[in-house]
């Protein structure tokens, strides 16, 4: 055991040993995660693809030459010569399998743009007419209807001859390694046909869309492996009504729908993140800075506040119409705004395997990975969301308190009223002396850097500058950040535990990377003279505790571990001596790995 001579007697104990001369064993029984981690890595696209495959790519070039990663770009639609024939326009992409080997040299997934639809100029259309492939209106006749891409048929995916004939087509593009598609939100027009006939009789709106959306997850995975993807909606507003789109398994990395470049497309995204959490959607975001663009510059504020919503959402996306990139937002020759989004993208990469962990319970589970705080139970509760709910703050799994800002502000602040929920401590993200703590009556307490404890109101009125979000991580809960650029440095903070308290988190891994599903199961307790800590053996993470609001002395750690003294949430460990470390009101210490 190493042993650390804490004040007031306190003993801190990190847990060494095991019958099979681990530090803990491995935790063979946490599961591999539902889906793949790429869904939480930053995602990037071109309206309509720009002007073809040079600029999608140099896109990313781009993204990274300004230290801004990215893990995923969206080839939006017009890749293809027709409205859907699967066949590559080599006017725009000359070569799209040396397209996607690139994307892939550089680490990045890549996603197509598609629907269901046939149009009836497309080069396949006739052939699936003649052979009865689309779907009949309440006349028995073909359905031809107009959509924001021309006009034509739905496919009928109740015929399996008309699948397969889908799914030869779709090859050619599964064939150049594509890793998914964003499926974008055709399936309502189906309502235009009064009532849709197919192969196997009536199809209802939601029937078809499970269809639609689940051929796409499924076919494209049974092709090329359970780490591919798709991006659709979850919930989307249809006038003044929010209705669901895709089915729920699907849901590792969906998008909330079109909205405009203001404030209040800003406000109208976090109703249907809401929304979306209340159906049990699992993992979704939305277009950064809004995808409509009226024809004017998108303003700084905007992007960076909608950017602060992407870095705590599980999906973190950027594209649309009008400018996205935030250095071309940025304005003589400042790096403001670029500075500010790059780090909140840093922020987004550290809680990637935060996402995957609870997202993969949630998508197991039928939950959602955001559990908004509007009450949502009674009749009247639910009529008031439709229109206005009383907060769009919501918790990120279990832990993270997010309480987006939606309006402007001025002077680079904006001034939010945040309410705490539970009896729980709430620790500034960005200013981790300072400490919230709700009540069941949402009484209010602060701790101040010197600790010292202040009373206040029901609320907490914070005035939050432009490079900040209120954003919250509960005091005594394990919360594990990686290091944004090296994923398998974890970083495992607890702040302010008190005696009393235990808490354990299971990290799950995908089976088909490095860690091949193996988990890491983290947990602590906190006994009124001593604190355990437990990290199972794994062989990828290099995991360092982190323990806040604890003035600890470390002395000399056995075997394999190292510790060292740290500041707040820093991203690296500086080596000691072994024989002693520094004491302070943080910790560190290596666990083992093999």
């Known amino acids: 055991l190493v042993m650390m001579m804490v004040a007031v007697q306190l003993t801190l104990l990190l847990l ?13 029984d946490i599961k591999a995660a539902a889906y793949a981690d790429w869904a939480h890595d930053h995602w990037v696209w071109l309206d309509h693809g720009g002007s073809g495959q040079a600029d999608c790519l140099q896109l990313i070039k781009d993204y990274k030459a300004h230290n801004i990663s990215v893990g995923a770009v969206d080839i939006d639609s017009t890749w293809a010569t027709g409205f859907n024939n699967f066949i590559v326009n080599t006017e725009r992409f000359p ?46 006749e073909p359905g031809v209807i107009k959509w924001w891409h021309g006009k034509g048929s739905l496919l009928d995916y109740s015929n399996p001859e008309a699948l397969d004939w889908w799914h030869e087509q779709m090859d050619q593009v599964l064939d150049i390694g594509i890793d998914g598609w964003k499926c974008d939100g055709t399936d309502p027009y189906i309502l235009e046909l009064v009532s849709a006939q197919g192969y196997s009789g009536t199809i209802e709106w939601h029937q078809y869309s499970d269809m639609y959306y689940g051929d796409f997850f499924n076919y494209t995975r049974e092709r090329l492996g359970n780490d591919r993807m798709i991006m659709s909606r979850p919930v989307d507003a249809e006038g003044p009504l929010f209705v669901k789109f895709s089915p729920k398994y699907v849901m590792t990395s969906g998008w909330v729908g079109d909205e405009d470049d203001t404030f209040e497309g800003l406000t109208g995204t976090l109703k249907r993140y809401l929304h979306s959490a209340w159906q049990g959607y699992a993992n979704y975001g939305s277009d950064i800075g809004g995808y409509r663009n009226p024809d004017k510059p998108r303003k700084a504020e905007l992007l960076l506040r909608w950017a602060q919503l992407g870095a705590f959402s599980p999906l973190m ?57 509007a009450p949502h139970e009674t009749l009247i509760e639910k009529a008031i969301d439709e229109f206005n709910p009383p907060t769009y703050a919501y918790l990120l799994g279990p832990d993270i308190l997010v309480h987006p800002i939606n309006t402007a502000g001025s002077d680079n602040h904006t001034t939010v009223k945040v309410a705490f929920p539970n009896s729980s401590g709430w620790v500034y993200w960005f200013n981790t002396s300072q400490v919230y703590r709700g009540s069941y009556m949402h009484a209010l307490f602060l701790i101040t850097s010197s600790n010292t404890i202040g009373t206040g109101g029901s609320e907490a009125n914070l005035s939050v500058p432009l490079w900040e979000s209120p954003v ?22 607890v702040f302010y535990p008190k005696p009393g308290q235990s808490h354990q988190f299971d990290i799950r891994t995908n089976d088909y990377a490095a860690a091949a599903g193996l988990g890491l199961r983290l947990s602590f307790e906190h006994h009124e003279k001593e604190v355990v800590l437990n990290a199972s053996a794994h062989h990828t993470f290099s995991v360092q505790w982190h323990l806040h609001g604890l003035d600890v002395q470390v002395y000399r750690p056995l075997r394999q571990t190292s510790c060292c003294s740290i500041d707040d949430l820093c991203n690296r460990c500086e080596q000691r001596e072994p024989n002693s470390c520094a004491s302070g009101s943080s910790i560190a210490m290596l666990s083992q790995q093999y």
């Open 317 to 373: 996306e950027n594209g649309g119409g009008g400018e996205h990139r935030p250095w071309l937002v940025d304005t003589n020759e400042s790096t403001f705004v670029t500075d500010i989004y790059r780090n909140f993208v840093d922020i987004h990469y550290q809680l990637k395997n935060y996402f995957l962990s609870v997202g993969s319970a949630a998508l197991e589970n039928g939950t959602s990975v955001m559990h908004p705080l």
């Open 16 to 28: 060494l040993t095991s019958t099979q001369g681990f530090v803990i064993s491995p935790a063979t």
């Open 472 to 493: 919250f991580h509960r005091t005594g809960a394990i919360i594990p950040l990686n290091n944004p650029r090296n994923a398998s440095e974890l970083h495992v903070h």
């Open 95 to 140: 070569n799209a399998t040396a397209m996607v080997e690139q994307f892939h040299d550089m680490d990045v997934r890549v996603i197509f743009w598609i629907t269901s639809f046939i149009d009836t100029d497309s080069s396949n259309y006739n052939e699936g007419l003649s052979n009865g492939y689309y779907l009949r209106n309440i006349l028995n």
